[in-house]
Each structure stands twice: as C-alpha cells, then as structure tokens.
C-alpha cells in the first residue's frame, strides 16, 4: 500500500481520478507540474496528511478537500487559485497552510491570509454559515414559491369551477 506518491517536477498536466483509490497515501507531493485541477477522487483520500501542488497553474480546488480527516499540512505556493474551498476548515488538524505568491486569490482576501492559519479558517468557517444561511434561505424561498404556484392553480381551477356554474345557471334562467 503506497504511503507517499512523490511526482513533483514532472511536467504532469493533470493527475487520475484513480488517485481516490490510494486510501493509504499520507503524502501527495506534486508541486512544480503543469496541474490546472486536483481530482476530486482526492477528497475520498481519509489518511492524507500532506498535501503539497505549490508551483502549478492550479485553478481549483474541490469543493470537499476538507474531507480529508488526517490533513496537518497543505502547500498551495505560486499557483493559480482564486479560492480556498471552506470545506477546508473541516480539517481539523491542519496546522499549516502555505497560500503565499498566489495573486489571484480572492477568497480569502490577501489581508486573512497575511493573519495567518486561524485567520484563514475563521474566515472560511464564516463562509460557509453564510452559505448555509443562504441555502436555508433559497431552500424556503422555494417552497414557498411552489406553495404559492399550487394556491394559484387552485384558485384558477376555482374560477373555471365558479364560470362553469354561472354558465349553467344563466342557461336555465334562459330557458325558464
């Protein structure tokens, strides 16, 4: 069972789905390759300690890298990343987060990242109560939307009822 995948320095463009497979690997080491992407098999990777993609053209991360239980440190130097996915402050024992030299990072914000490890996962702990709230709240919207489009169709089909019987009624005062 492979504890250590060392690929840095190899030019790779991208890595296999088939990584999730690995459950033993504890170390992915891949920095200085051509990686626009992590899979997201990788998120299924439960012993991963280390994870180090610093020096590639990495764009994204998946969303559920915090799935990851036994991540302590994770290495994302010089790369492309706009955003830190907040599923990441599930990770309860990183203890080193390396984010510098990545201008495009927007999320979180240059002046988090500058305050460090507990700056960084207090913010995206923030983040995602905001998404839950927001979630919660289009989750209602739309019930309420589907609640109001059902009374709608109701009062519709009330009204052609209603039609229907004043058209029989004036029918027999004609006929009277």
Do not use: F
Not at 6 to 35: D, F, I, K, T
Not at 53 to 78: H, I, K, T
Not at 148 to 169: I, N, P, S, V, W
């Amino acid at each position: 069972s492979l504890a250590v995948l060392r690929v840095s320095w190899n030019q790779l463009e991208s890595l296999p789905e088939e990584l999730g497979r690995l459950h033993q690997l504890q170390h992915l080491l891949a920095e200085g390759n051509q990686l626009a992407a992590l899979p997201a098999s990788a998120c299924q990777l439960a012993n991963l300690q280390q994870l180090v993609l610093s020096a590639n053209p990495l764009r994204e991360l998946p969303d559920q890298l915090g799935e990851c239980a036994a991540l302590r440190v994770v290495a994302l130097r010089a790369t492309e990343v706009e955003r830190i996915p907040y599923s990441l402050c599930a990770a309860h024992k990183l203890t080193v987060l390396k984010l510098e030299g990545n201008p495009q990072l927007v999320s979180p914000p240059p002046e988090v990242v500058e305050g460090g490890l507990d700056a960084v996962i207090t913010h995206l702990m923030q983040l995602r109560i905001a998404g839950e709230r927001s979630r919660r709240h289009s989750s209602h919207s739309a019930h309420m939307e589907e609640h109001r489009a059902r009374q709608a169709e109701q009062a519709a089909a009330d009204q052609q009822k209603t039609a229907a019987e004043l058209g029989q009624k004036l029918e027999q005062l004609k006929s009277d």
